[in-house]
């Protein structure tokens, strides 16, 4: 069987019988008691006021971009090396991005090249940080400069769902953060995501944008122009059972990350992501660089044996569909594409395929 980089994993019977319930509840639709659930466990365990449950991590991101009233030649300030879902709906609007390079301490938005960016881009309208692979952007330094400049940060937490920084969870602090539960990620609806903020005026606009910006009257009335983005009540009840049991699912790729930890403890030339000292990563994916052996020859080889393997995000000032855009750059991230590797981190991940990666790395280490 196929062994994928983060397969989505149910909780026994759970998230069956809560797809059950909403069956039975006849709300097959984009509303219904468990999305009602879903946002309201959510924010209790993520600590926002609000919580707004989306089709994807895109088009939280897009509620987002319209929020902000993005118009043509706009300039937002973002990181370089993410998944270009960061961008795209901002860029759609016709927001011009900026990508600022990463900090090699923590693989996320350098501090120092934001300050540099929003020097260059005082009038920027948004600055949209990723959390890399799982790992909290160092939110309070960003969050000085851009209160600094007067500019609102957002945090693009896709991949970063139930990590902490200083003990908040992920994106808590900034003007907004968004979720993905895409079905790779740490939990799951199967697709889907989530708008979070502790901005009640944002947070009842958007939820207002994602329902075709309908007025409250008895007709379709409608005073500007929203989208079609909630998350349905059958997937919201997979999120439930999802979300009661992430703090399993945050134990079990603390595991992965610690058994692969030990493989490469006897291989210098393997290393791990480094953990930024100020909190704790969701281990969503176990992300390497390695010296003497070519990620793609190792992708490669790899998907021979039937293992899921990655490069690292190609960063988006290498994009061909960026070429025109501006960057700070440092060669942090250029270098991070050329040697890095995504390895399969499964929670059910076996230590034989494991040492069966292992073995393949080792040997392309040797040719
Ligand atoms: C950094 C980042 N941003 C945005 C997204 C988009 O989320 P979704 O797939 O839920 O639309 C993803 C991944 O899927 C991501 O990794």
Redesign the pocket.
């Known amino acids: 069987m196929r062994v994928f980089l983060s397969p989505p994993v149910m909780n026994g019977d759970l998230e069956r019988r809560l797809v059950g319930e909403a069956f039975d509840s006849n709300y097959i639709a984009p509303c219904g008691p468990m999305v009602d659930l879903f946002e309201r466990e959510a924010a209790e365990r993520f600590g926002f006021r609000q919580t707004l449950a989306t089709i994807?991590?895109?088009?939280?991101?897009e509620l987002l971009a319209r929020a902000l009233e993005i118009q043509p030649g706009d300039k937002i300030i973002v990181?370089d090396l993410?998944?270009?879902?960061?961008v795209a709906a901002f860029v759609s609007l016709g927001a011009e991005p900026v990508f600022v390079d990463s900090d090699p301490a923590t693989w996320c938005m350098d501090p120092q090249l934001l300050a540099e960016a929003l020097q260059r881009y005082p009038q920027a309208k948004a600055v949209i940080v990723?959390?890399?692979y799982g790992q909290s952007c160092d939110i309070d330094a960003l969050l000085t400069l851009c209160d600094a400049a007067g500019v609102k940060l957002s945090v693009?937490?896709?991949?970063s769902v139930g990590a902490t920084y200083r003990g908040r969870p992920s994106g808590k602090g900034a003007w907004a953060a968004?979720y993905?539960?895409?079905g790779?990620?740490i939990i799951t609806t199967g697709?889907?995501?989530m708008l979070l903020s502790d901005d009640d005026a944002l947070m009842a606009h958007c939820r207002k944008l994602a329902s075709q910006a309908r007025e409250p009257f008895p007709w379709y009335e409608h005073a500007y122009v929203g989208t079609h983005g909630r998350l349905g009540n059958i997937p919201a009840a997979i999120g439930v059972g999802q979300l009661r049991h992430l703090a399993d699912a945050l134990r079990d790729k603390a595991a992965v990350w610690q058994a692969w930890n030990e493989r490469f403890a006897s291989r210098p030339w393997i290393h791990p992501m480094p953990t930024a000292d100020y909190g704790v990563p969701n281990r969503w994916l176990t992300v390497v660089t390695l010296e003497g052996v070519d990620p793609l020859k190792a992708v490669e080889a790899l998907t021979a044996r039937g293992i899921e393997a990655r490069p690292l995000?190609k960063p988006m000032h290498l994009q061909p569909v960026f070429r025109a855009c501006d960057a700070v750059l440092s060669g942090v991230d250029a270098a991070l594409f050329r040697d890095g590797l995504c390895l399969p981190s499964g929670r059910n991940l076996t230590p034989e395929t494991m040492d069966e990666v292992m073995a393949c790395l080792d040997q392309l280490r040797a040719e």
């Open positions: 994807s991590g895109t088009m939280a991101l990181s993410t998944f270009i879902g960061s990723t959390d890399l693009d937490a896709a991949e968004i993905s539960f895409n790779n990620k697709g889907g995501g995000w």
